[in-house]
């Protein structure tokens, strides 16, 4: 009988979840002799993807949803055989808004992200000027782009769109994403389709339309698939995943609470062997091993053992952000809220950059006779904001409501949670740092670097990320 292999997973983030995950089927369906561990050092596993559920409420500290066009979130929950667990936003009251001049203005429908593909609620919103129409407009006729070095995502929108575009629009949309600040971002790594479609079509606005048209022309092939809305979640919250796969993979061991200080290659026998030294109790050895935290944590796992690999994965920074989820009782609530929420931009002098009306968003978040609320704070525009405690944060939240959405009521609960340098930043040049930090790892046969780090930072990047460095052990280990 061949000897089982064995595998470290460090960090038990959904990432590194996907990846035990993908180990579980192989041995189930093929009996591989796999023994897979995976080490965290928190206390609870599934990274931000944390839900509470108390009196009917269920309140994400983390990520309240995933997008439906990357297939990976919903395709790990055929998997894990919860499909009929998935939840999608509501349908009625569907609009966004931004809050501009002292009012909430809604975001134009035909919106393909930042790109206007219908002519009439563009032309007749109220969110732009008909100066900064005209310019946005104008994508119409500019040329592309000759040089194709990467650029920030505030130099692309402004190029292409105008600055009003850029500060009404892409500003606080993408402060919510990415918690970023557009004059650092990389287009290249955040919006690579924007990049492409420039380049195909000369114009953001004709490629948009071309590729609606080819979607509404292409033929439909196999079963009809269900429809899913842009933003999904699970009827009892996301972590729902992350219990579900601790629960249906009995053949992995799952150590929470075990802080690692090292990992280093040795040679064994002629073998490579990796050792993972957690900071109590003895050495462990493996065959392979997975990395998964942050980059910054894993370049302190790395150090003695690959400084030069090291000191590429401290480039990539990370920045903190704080959501504030608050609850009210319905009955004299003197909000309607009739949308999904609104976008706050920066230059509009409030704390928070946005709020999801979490209630009217998605079914079953609250009881029927209350409602949800969920606001975000800090990131890299104004990370200050997370260094104060989270009583000064829950007051500056009600302050902003009370200014902006005319809230006077007193909450029932408020819960704030802060995520210390929790959410990546792909800077300019993050793909260069990306090629380079691979060209380090393949140095180091049986060794895999996984998460958001790397090619993305939702939780479908995420999964498909776990899911291709599982792939890639496999095939390491049994050639």
């Given at each position: 009988?061949?000897?089982?292999?064995?595998?470290?997973?460090?960090?038990?983030?959904?990432?590194g979840l996907?990846?035990?995950?993908?180990?579980?089927?192989?041995?189930?369906?093929?009996?591989?002799?796999?023994?897979?561990?995976?080490?965290?050092?928190s206390?609870?596993f599934?990274?931000?993807?944390?839900?509470?559920r108390?009196?009917?409420?269920?309140?994400?500290?983390?990520p309240?949803?995933f997008?439906?066009?990357?297939?990976?979130?919903?395709?790990?929950?055929k998997?894990?055989?919860?499909e009929?667990?998935?939840?999608?936003?509501?349908?009625e009251?569907?609009?966004?808004f931004?809050?501009v001049?002292?009012?909430?203005?809604?975001?134009?429908?035909?919106?393909?992200?930042?790109?206007?593909?219908?002519?009439?609620p563009?032309?007749?919103t109220?969110?732009?000027?008909?100066?900064?129409?005209i310019?946005?407009?104008?994508?119409?006729?500019?040329?592309?782009?000759?040089?194709?070095?990467?650029?920030?995502?505030?130099?692309?929108?402004?190029r292409r769109?105008?600055?009003e575009?850029l500060?009404?629009m892409a500003?606080p949309?993408?402060a919510?994403?990415?918690?970023?600040?557009?004059?650092k971002?990389?287009?290249?790594?955040?919006?690579?389709?924007?990049?492409?479609?420039?380049?195909?079509?000369?114009?953001?606005?004709?490629?948009?339309?071309?590729k609606?048209?080819?979607?509404?022309?292409?033929?439909?092939r196999g079963?009809?698939?269900p429809?899913?809305?842009?933003?999904?979640?699970?009827?009892?919250?996301?972590?729902?995943?992350?219990?579900?796969?601790?629960?249906?993979s009995?053949?992995?061991?799952f150590?929470?609470?075990?802080?690692?200080?090292?990992?280093?290659?040795?040679?064994s026998?002629?073998?490579?062997?990796?050792?993972?030294?957690p900071e109590?109790?003895?050495?462990?050895s493996?065959?392979?091993?997975?990395?998964?935290?942050?980059?910054?944590?894993?370049?302190?796992?790395?150090?003695?053992?690959?400084p030069?690999?090291?000191n590429?994965?401290?480039?990539i920074?990370?920045?903190?952000?704080?959501?504030?989820?608050?609850?009210?009782?319905?009955?004299g609530?003197?909000?309607?809220?009739?949308g999904f929420g609104?976008?706050?931009?920066?230059?509009?002098?409030?704390n928070i950059s946005?709020?999801?009306?979490?209630?009217?968003?998605?079914?079953?978040?609250?009881p029927d006779?209350?409602?949800?609320?969920?606001?975000?704070?800090?990131?890299?525009?104004?990370?200050?904001?997370?260094e104060?405690e989270?009583?000064?944060?829950?007051?500056?939240?009600?302050?902003?409501?009370?200014?902006?959405?005319?809230?006077?009521?007193?909450?029932?609960?408020?819960?704030?949670?802060?995520?210390?340098?929790?959410?990546?930043?792909?800077?300019v040049?993050h793909?260069?740092?990306?090629e380079?930090?691979?060209?380090?790892?393949?140095?180091f046969?049986?060794?895999?670097?996984?998460?958001s780090?790397?090619?993305?930072?939702?939780?479908?990047?995420c999964?498909?990320?776990g899911?291709?460095?599982?792939?890639?052990?496999?095939?390491f280990?049994?050639p």
């Amino acid at each position: 009988m061949a000897q089982n292999k064995r595998v470290a997973i460090i960090g038990g983030g959904i990432a590194g979840l996907s990846a035990a995950y993908k180990f579980q089927e192989e041995i189930t369906a093929n009996q591989l002799p796999i023994e897979c561990t995976v080490l965290e050092g928190s206390d609870w596993f599934g990274g931000k993807l944390r839900t509470d559920r108390f009196d009917g409420f269920v309140v994400e500290r983390g990520p309240d949803s995933f997008i439906s066009q990357k297939p990976w979130a919903i395709d790990l929950c055929k998997r894990l055989g919860i499909e009929d667990r998935l939840v999608g936003t509501k349908t009625e009251n569907s609009k966004t808004f931004v809050y501009v001049d002292k009012k909430m203005q809604t975001m134009p429908e035909g919106l393909s992200l930042l790109v206007p593909t219908k002519f009439l609620p563009f032309a007749t919103t109220s969110l732009f000027s008909w100066f900064g129409k005209i310019r946005m407009g104008m994508d119409l006729f500019i040329p592309k782009k000759r040089n194709k070095e990467d650029e920030s995502l505030a130099s692309f929108v402004e190029r292409r769109l105008g600055n009003e575009a850029l500060k009404r629009m892409a500003e606080p949309m993408l402060a919510g994403i990415y918690a970023s600040d557009p004059k650092k971002m990389s287009i290249k790594s955040t919006f690579p389709m924007f990049f492409e479609t420039e380049q195909k079509y000369r114009s953001l606005i004709l490629g948009m339309l071309a590729k609606k048209r080819e979607m509404m022309s292409a033929p439909k092939r196999g079963p009809a698939r269900p429809a899913y809305s842009m933003f999904m979640t699970l009827k009892s919250g996301l972590g729902e995943i992350v219990e579900t796969i601790l629960e249906k993979s009995p053949d992995i061991n799952f150590k929470s609470g075990v802080k690692i200080s090292s990992v280093s290659s040795e040679n064994s026998n002629g073998e490579v062997k990796w050792k993972v030294i957690p900071e109590e109790g003895d050495p462990l050895s493996f065959d392979a091993v997975i990395l998964a935290p942050p980059a910054n944590i894993t370049a302190n796992l790395l150090d003695d053992c690959a400084p030069d690999l090291s000191n590429l994965l401290r480039k990539i920074p990370y920045v903190s952000t704080a959501a504030v989820t608050l609850a009210y009782r319905k009955e004299g609530f003197s909000h309607p809220l009739k949308g999904f929420g609104f976008l706050a931009p920066k230059s509009e002098g409030f704390n928070i950059s946005a709020c999801t009306w979490t209630s009217s968003k998605y079914p079953g978040r609250a009881p029927d006779d209350f409602v949800l609320l969920r606001c975000y704070l800090g990131g890299a525009l104004s990370e200050e904001l997370t260094e104060r405690e989270p009583d000064a944060l829950a007051t500056l939240v009600q302050e902003d409501l009370r200014a902006i959405m005319g809230i006077t009521e007193k909450p029932v609960f408020c819960r704030v949670y802060i995520n210390k340098k929790a959410n990546v930043q792909y800077l300019v040049g993050h793909q260069k740092v990306i090629e380079s930090i691979n060209e380090q790892v393949d140095k180091f046969p049986g060794l895999f670097l996984s998460g958001s780090a790397y090619t993305g930072i939702g939780i479908p990047d995420c999964i498909r990320n776990g899911n291709v460095a599982a792939e890639a052990t496999l095939k390491f280990l049994f050639p």
